[in-house]
């Protein structure tokens, strides 16, 4: 059973920096892809980035060139290194894995962190 905990989440002012970390409980060189989505009050879950076995990453939109996704395969953890917050980047940010077989399809979550960006 993987076990994902989040932490590094806050209060910060609009134009503020602040770092999620994701701690896996089992080696992240395992899985396929790993990723930040969040979810504001009211709306659907989304993806925020992700980052593959291979180290490719890839950002939605609305955070790139503020936000970066990494990992440390010694320390089975990810970062979300988030800059130049903005009001509308409040939410619960989640970290996600996703492991894949031929035939199967196994997919983790964390508890969430809340993160609140003040104007």
């Known amino acids: 059973q993987v076990q994902l905990v989040e932490s590094g989440g806050g209060l910060v002012q609009a134009g503020g920096s602040l770092r999620l970390s994701c701690a896996a409980s089992v080696s992240i060189t395992g899985f396929n892809t790993m990723g930040w989505y969040r979810q504001a009050p009211g709306k659907q879950r989304e993806l925020v980035a992700v980052?593959?076995?291979?180290?490719?990453?890839n950002y939605v939109d609305f955070v790139k060139g503020r936000f970066t996704i990494s990992r440390d395969t010694a320390k089975n953890t990810m970062y979300l290194q988030m800059n130049s917050l903005k009001p509308e980047d409040t939410a619960v940010y989640y970290c996600n894995v996703k492991m894949y077989g031929l035939t199967w399809t196994r997919d983790y979550w964390g508890q969430g962190t809340q993160v609140t960006v003040s104007s």
């Open positions: 980052i593959s076995s291979g180290g490719s990453t």
